[in-house]
C-alpha cells in the first residue's frame, strides 16, 4: 500500500514507516547475533570462536557502512526530489546509486581479502583468536557486494513509504539465516566459515527481494537501468557522508574498545573481549531498531520539506522524537531485568554469564538520553542540513574513544564499560541545544529561499 507523505495523517503515517522499520533493523541485526549464538556453543571453541568473531565485527561493521553512505545518502535526495515534483531526477538519483553500490563492492571485496589478517592483528585478535575470525571474514568478505545492496537499498523504499516491503525484505533474509546456520555450522561442521556462508547467502535473498520490489510497477520510484547519471554521485556521498560516518566510527570504537581490553585486561583480556562482544550484540538490539525508527520516518521529513509543507515537518519531528522515547524507555527496561536471559543465549558459563550481565546493564544505563542524539542527527539528514548532521554524529563517537582510551589508565580495564553511558548524554544534551538553535534558521530559509541542495 503506498502513503500519501505530504496528506496522511501525521500519527497513523509515522507508525506505518516507523515500526515496520524497526523491525527491519532488529532484523537485520539478527544476521550477527543468530551467528554469535550458535557460534557461541560450538563444541571445545566457543569462547575463543566468540571472540574471534567479535574481533572480526567491525570489518563487517565496515562494509556494511558503505550500503548506509549510498542508501542513507541519496534516499532523501530521492524524497525531497520527489516531494518537489522531480520524478525523473528521483528515479536517477535510485539508479545512480544501485550502480554505485556494485562498484563500491568491487572494490572493498579484493582490497579486505588481502588486508583482513594484518587488520585482524591490529584490532585486538590474539593468537588464539586470529584462525576463527580470518575463517569467518574470508567468507563474509567474498559476499560484500549482497551486504552492502542489502543494506543500501532498503533506504529507498522505505522513503518511498513501502517500509512493509522493506521489512518483508530484511525478514525473509534473517529466517534464511536462521535456517541455514545450524545446517553450516554444525550439520557440516564448517563452525565459524558455516556462520559466515550462511549469512551471505541471507543477504542474497535479502537483496534479490529489494530488486525485485524496486522493479515492480508497483513502487512510487522504481530502478531504472538506464538512467545511471555520474554527476549525482558527488551530491549522494556528500548527504550519505554523516549517517556513514555514524556506523563506520562504530567500527573505530569496537577496535579502539578491543585493543584498549586487550592491552590492560592482563590475562582476562579474551574474557573480556567475549563479555564485550556479548555486550555489544544486545546494544544493537537498541541501536539497529532506534536507527529504524528515526531513519524510516526520513522519507516523511525529506517529502514534506522538499514540499515546503514546514508545520507537517515540525509536527512529525515532535512525534518521533516521543516514539523514539517510548522505544528507548522499554530497552531500559529489559536491559535492566533480563540481562541474563540474554548473555545465556551465547554462553552456558555462568561466570561470563553474570559478568557479561553486569556490563549490560552499565553499558545500556542511559539509552533514553540517546534517542535524543538520534532523532537529531537523522532528522538534519532528512532535512538536507550535513554542515550540522555531521559534527553531531562526531560528538559522540569523538567523546566516546577519549573515554575508552582514558578511563582505564586511571580505572582499569572494566571501565571501558562506562564509556557509552556517559558520552550518551554529553552528545544529547549537545544535539539538542544544537536543534534548537539551528532549525528555526533552516525552516526561515526553506520558506524564503525554496529548497537548497
Not at 581479502?113 to 594484518?118: G, S, T
Not at 586470529?130 to 522505505?158: D, E, K, M, Q, R
Not at 554524529?393 to 577519549?402: D, H
Amino acid at each position: 500500500m503506498k502513503r500519501d507523505l505530504g496528506q496522511d495523517k501525521i500519527w497513523p503515517l509515522l507508525l506505518r514507516l516507523a515500526i515496520p522499520t524497526a523491525l527491519a533493523q532488529l532484523v537485520n541485526v539478527l544476521y550477527a547475533i543468530i551467528d554469535r549464538i550458535y557460534i557461541g556453543h560450538i563444541p571445545g571453541a566457543s569462547s575463543l570462536a566468540l571472540a574471534g568473531v567479535g574481533v572480526a565485527a567491525p570489518i563487517s561493521s565496515f562494509i556494511s557502512a558503505f550500503g548506509i553512505l549510498i542508501g542513507l545518502g541519496g534516499a532523501p535526495l530521492m524524497g525531497m526530489r520527489e516531494g518537489h515534483g522531480e520524478h525523473r531526477k528521483a528515479e536517477e538519483i535510485l539508479s545512480t546509486a544501485f550502480y554505485l553500490m556494485v562498484i563500491v563492492s568491487l572494490v572493498l571485496t579484493p582490497l579486505f581479502l588481502v588486508l583482513r589478517n594484518p587488520l585482524l592483528l591490529l584490532f585486538g585478535a590474539s593468537d588464539k583468536t586470529l584462525p576463527y575470525a580470518s575463517s569467518y571474514l574470508l567468507y563474509y568478505i567474498s559476499g560484500s557486494l549482497f551486504a552492502i545492496l542489502s543494506v543500501g537499498l532498503n533506504s529507498y523504499l522505505v522513503n518511498q513509504g513501502l517500509s512493509g516491503k522493506a521489512m518483508v525484505a530484511i525478514l525473509s533474509g534473517a529466517f534464511m539465516n536462521i535456517i541455514l546456520d545450524p545446517i553450516f555450522i554444525f550439520t557440516l561442521s564448517l563452525g565459524v566459515k558455516g556462520a559466515a556462508v550462511a549469512t551471505v547467502l541471507s543477504q542474497l535473498g535479502s537483496s534479490a527481494l529489494l530488486l525485485i520490489f524496486l522493479l515492480s510497477p508497483k513502487a512510487t520510484i522504481r530502478l531504472r537501468f538506464k538512467l545511471f547519471n555520474k554527476a549525482l554521485i558527488t551530491q549522494i556521498l556528500k548527504y550519505g557522508v554523516s549517517p556513514f560516518i555514524i556506523l563506520a566510527s562504530d567500527s573505530l570504537l569496537l577496535i579502539v574498545t578491543n585493543a584498549m581490553l586487550k592491552c590492560y585486561g592482563g590475562d582476562d583480556a579474551d574474557t573480556l573481549i567475549t563479555a564485550s562482544t556479548i555486550v555489544q550484540s544486545f546494544f544493537l538490539l537498541i541501536t539497529y531498531p532506534l536507527g529504524g525508527i528515526t531513519g524510516g520516518t526520513q522519507g516523511l521529513l525529506s517529502h514534506n520539506f522538499g514540499a515546503g509543507n514546514i508545520d507537517r515537518v515540525k509536527e512529525s519531528l515532535r512525534k518521533e522524537q516521543i516514539i523514539a522515547l517510548i522505544f528507548t524507555t522499554f530497552m531500559f527496561i529489559v536491559t535492566m531485568t533480563s540481562s541474563e536471559f540474554f548473555a545465556r543465549l551465547f554462553t552456558s558459563d555462568e561466570n561470563m554469564i553474570k559478568l557479561s550481565a553486569h556490563y549490560m546493564r552499565i553499558y545500556a544505563s542511559m539509552v533514553i538520553p540517546l534517542s535524543f542524539q538520534y532523532v537529531n542527527v537523522d532528522s538534519m539528514t532528512a532535512l538536507g542540513q550535513i554542515k550540522l548532521a555531521l559534527p553531531l554524529s562526531m560528538c559522540r563517537k569523538v567523546s566516546y574513544t577519549l573515554f575508552v582510551i582514558i578511563f582505564p589508565v586511571f580505572f582499569g580495564a572494566e571501565s571501558i564499560f562506562l564509556s557509552e553511558p556517559v558520552c550518551a548524554v554529553l552528545s544529547a544534551v549537545v544535539s539538542t541545544i544544537t536543534l534548537k538553535v539551528a532549525l528555526p534558521k533552516v525552516y526561515k530559509e526553506r520558506e524564503e529561499v525554496g529548497l537548497v541542495l
